[in-house]
């Protein structure tokens, strides 16, 4: 049933109705950090709310023009991590402050930085988990990266692999505006399903 451009939806029966213009429509979302380097190398670091896998080696970023957009156009490149529960107030604080107004904010928040050997663009030391990422497509606020390299430091690794229970992410919660940390295992992906497919 299509809708009218300007009429209203219908509500569904028995729960609160929000409409399309609520927030949460894709909660919660990844705490993704993006960083570059400007034209002097300095390195600057944005908190990105609106982020997701694309593709089996492809990130994908919407985000407005800013310092990030600009260095992007710039080097071609950027680095993708992870705010988790040790970084909250310092990938918060990415959020909050534009590279433009505080270029150092990299250094403020006490944060260091090496080149990334991939790719033309910084890794974020304190960040234990970075995506090296290739601009594949940035037009209309829309960021496409080709993966090219995934490090992590042995401190979130069990048996060779990323842990979460270890790199202990966080998530942006719209509904409470809060970040929130990726809770317990409560089901195997491929298995707790399989219940269904023996009836």
């Known amino acids: 049933m299509d809708m009218n451009k300007n009429e209203l939806p219908r509500e569904v029966a028995g729960r609160k109705n929000f409409g399309a213009e609520h927030a949460l429509m894709t909660t919660p979302q990844p705490c993704v950090m993006v960083a570059t380097w400007d034209r002097d190398r300095v390195p600057d670091v944005m908190m990105a709310a609106w982020a997701g896998q694309y593709d089996f080696k492809q990130i994908v970023v919407s985000m407005s023009r800013h310092r990030t957009t600009e260095n992007l156009e710039l080097t071609g490149a950027f680095t993708v991590s992870f705010a988790d529960i040790r970084t909250v107030a310092e990938s918060d604080?990415?959020?909050?402050?534009?590279?433009?107004?505080?270029?150092?904010?990299?250094?403020?928040?006490?944060?260091?930085?090496?080149?990334?050997?991939?790719?033309?663009?910084?890794i974020i030391n304190e960040y234990p988990l970075t995506l090296e990422c290739k601009v594949v497509r940035w037009s209309d606020g829309i960021l496409v990266g080709e993966v090219v390299n995934m490090s992590a430091d042995e401190s979130v690794l069990t048996d060779g692999k990323v842990d979460l229970a270890k790199l202990q992410p966080i998530v942006f919660d719209a509904a409470g505006m809060c970040y929130r940390a990726v809770g317990e295992v409560v089901g195997g992906a491929w298995n707790a399903g399989k219940k269904f497919t023996k009836q």
Not at 99 to 116: E, H, L, W
């Open 93 to 122: 604080y990415f959020g909050l402050v534009s590279g433009k107004q505080v270029p150092d904010k990299v250094a403020r928040a006490g944060f260091t930085v090496s080149p990334s050997p991939n790719v033309d663009a910084p």
